[in-house]
T-cell receptor, first 111, second 113 residues
Framework: DQQVKQNSPSLSVQEGRISILNCDYTNSMFDYFLWYKKYPAEGPTFLISISSIKDKNEDGRFTVFLNKSAKHLSLHIVPSQPGDSAVYFCAATAEKGKSTFGDGTTLTVKP | DTAVSQTPKYLVTQMGNDKSIKCEQNLGHDTMYWYKQDSKKFLKIMFSYNNKELIINETVPNRFSPKSPDKAHLNLHINSLELGDSAVYFC????????????FGSGTRLTVV
């Protein structure tokens, strides 16, 4: 049972434009949602998180939006830069700090 | 100074062998994890230790045994390796704050031949 899904395996955007990465979840018990970025041959790096009691969190060029009724979250990157090219994982946390990950979206930002 | 370090980075071994992957964190975190990333890129939790105590033990074959000698170390021992164990194994650690995310190691790519 895949509780966290990223339905777009890949996304390509032009440098300077907005990148929108999407994530859906099924478990209403999740209380935190997180985004990670992963470069090849490296471990995922934590980017930004949002509590289930909020609908938006912003950190520089990165903004995460949460729509609890739709069980949907998204990561906006504005403006996108070539260095943002990576695999992005969304994750959701419930009991005991256990994070359930989506299967990732590969973002390519073209110069 | 690497925050979460795993060794080895690559491991190629034959079926039936026993192998270990070591993980150490110097962040002072209380909780450590092992995740497995399979060929479909899913990151699945295997185990979690908090201050040397096992707190999460997902449905993992008992050929996999974690060992935490202290809160800075979480090693993974795998007995009787099978072809299906081939994957990238990530160690991670976290603070006692759910909004902070994990700090991951760079992974160990295990190939069973």
């Amino acid at each position: 049972d895949q509780q966290v899904k990223q339905n777009s395996p890949s996304l390509s955007v032009q440098e300077g434009r907005i990148s929108i990465l999407n994530c859906d979840y099924t478990n209403s018990m999740f209380d935190y949602f997180l985004w990670y970025k992963k470069y090849p041959a490296e471990g995922p790096t934590f980017l930004i998180s949002i509590s289930s009691i909020k609908d938006k969190n912003e950190d520089g060029r990165f903004t995460v939006f949460l729509n609890k009724s739709a069980k949907h979250l998204s990561l906006h990157i504005v403006p996108s830069q070539p260095g943002d090219s990576a695999v992005y994982f969304c994750a959701a946390t419930a009991e005991k700090g256990k994070s359930t990950f989506g299967d990732g979206t590969t973002l390519t930002v073209k110069p | 100074d690497t925050a979460v370090s795993q060794t080895p980075k690559y491991l190629v071994t034959q079926m039936g062998n026993d192998k270990s992957i070591k993980c150490e964190q110097n962040l002072g975190h209380d909780t450590m994890y092992w995740y497995k990333q399979d060929s479909k890129k899913f990151l699945k939790i295997m185990f979690s230790y908090n201050n040397k105590e096992l707190i999460i033990n997902e449905t993992v074959p008992n050929r996999f045994s974690p060992k935490s000698p202290d809160k800075a170390h979480l090693n993974l021992h795998i007995n009787s390796l099978e072809l299906g164990d081939s994957a990238v194994y990530f160690c991670a650690s976290s603070q006692a704050r759910e909004d902070y995310g994990y700090t991951f190691g760079s992974g160990t790519r295990l190939t069973v031949v």
